[in-house]
């Protein structure tokens, strides 16, 4: 999605997610590797939730403007020069405390083969991008290191899903701060 649009499933004018690009291949990768477990007509994309009233609209059509107005930015060489002149660097991220202080809040709504509609909310007690990131990528260290029999499992491109699955959700709930719950 690359626009801004009303969804009626979230009931909100939704907006591009940033991180879209790579999360949906890496869903759809894994729907590959697991043989088609998520079905032959799946689908999945990523998108903000941004209200469903006026206010909602217009940040969705000013972040899908944005997002667009970057994304030529940095293809052409002389404006690329000034967002690397004039972005962030790094150690420009969240301080410790924000990181500590933030959260996030997702909600995915899906529908089964035969229609009905299942919601999941999944939580994580950490800024998104530093916080809790670095959670998840110990306890899945931790989770290849003592969980995986290396015998059950041969080399590969995996995706965290087909790999670790529920040993690796077990170990976020337990040790990272994040819940999922099946809401409808």
């Given at each position: 999605m690359?626009?801004?649009q009303y969804d009626a499933e979230a009931k909100s004018w939704v907006a591009p997610f940033i991180m879209a690009i790579i999360n949906t291949r890496v869903v759809h990768r894994s729907n590959h590797?697991?043989?088609?477990?998520?079905?032959s007509?799946?689908?999945?994309?990523?998108?903000?939730?941004?209200?469903?009233?006026?206010?909602?609209?217009?940040?969705a059509v000013a972040i899908a403007?944005?997002?667009?107005?970057?994304?030529a930015a940095v293809e052409w060489p002389p404006t690329r020069y000034?967002?690397?002149?004039?972005?962030?660097?790094?150690?420009?991220?969240?301080?410790p405390e924000a990181q500590r202080a933030g959260f996030y809040d997702f909600i995915f709504f899906g529908r089964t083969a035969d229609g009905r509609?299942?919601?999941?909310?999944?939580?994580?007690?950490?800024?998104p991008g530093y916080g809790s990131t670095s959670k998840m990528l110990g306890e899945a260290g931790a989770c290849l290191a003592f969980d995986l029999p290396k015998a059950d499992h041969p080399g590969g491109f995996w995706t965290p899903a087909t790999l670790m699955g529920g040993k690796l959700r077990s170990r976020l709930i337990e040790h990272a701060g994040l819940t999922f719950e099946v809401e409808r």
């Open positions: 690359k626009t801004a590797l697991a043989g088609g477990l998520y079905g007509d799946f689908r999945y994309d990523e998108t903000m939730m941004l209200g469903s009233g006026i206010w909602g609209r217009v940040k403007r944005g997002l667009s107005l970057f994304d000034l967002v690397e002149l004039f972005g962030p660097k790094p150690g420009d991220g969240p301080s509609r299942v919601d999941v909310r999944v939580t994580g007690d950490r800024d």
